[in-house]
């Protein structure tokens, strides 16, 4: 019975997020763009050190599936990218992050599925070597 209500609620909770980088970015339900006066690769390193504490692990009562972020930093073009999603059947987006260089600054583009536009302050924080995790907390 346990499992048969874990398996319905991750359904219904990846039924929701969006189903590739793509979907989110085309489909989101908050975004943001702001400018952290820092350079980019410092600004990509502390966001995906504090994606990675604050929201990767896995669920209690339902082993296969587990919060990942998945980060790429593409130094030729002066350009990062960071995820948080739910990888279970398949990976379901809820956080998409992307960090451009700009002048001696970055620029950070914020795209949020569902609720997770919230966690702005978060996002914000991490850009500016913040560790806070109050609204994006393992799940």
């Known amino acids: 019975m346990k ?3 874990s398996i319905v609620f991750l359904l219904f909770v990846a039924g929701c997020a969006a189903s590739s980088v793509r979907d989110i970015k085309e489909n989101y339900t908050g975004k943001e763009v702001f400018t952290v006066a820092r ?3 410092a600004v ?3 966001i995906q050190r504090a994606a990675r504490e604050c929201w ?7 082993p296969q599936a587990q919060n990942v972020v998945t980060a790429e930093l ?3 073009l002066e350009f990062g990218e960071i995820s948080l999603a739910l990888s279970n059947v398949g990976m379901s987006y809820y956080v998409h992050l992307e960090i451009r260089k700009a ?3 970055a620029e950070v583009t914020a795209y949020y599925s569902q609720s997770y536009e919230k966690s702005h302050s978060e996002v914000v924080a991490w850009a500016n070597g913040g ?3 109050d609204n ?3 799940r």
């Open 39 to 41: 350079n980019y690769q």
């Open 136 to 138: 994006i907390r393992k």
């Open 44 to 46: 990509y390193r502390d």
């Open 131 to 133: 560790t806070e995790c």
């Open 74 to 76: 593409y130094n030729e």
């Open 3 to 5: 499992r048969s209500l």
């Open 56 to 62: 990767e692990g896995g669920y209690l009562f339902s």
């Open 103 to 105: 002048n001696d600054a």
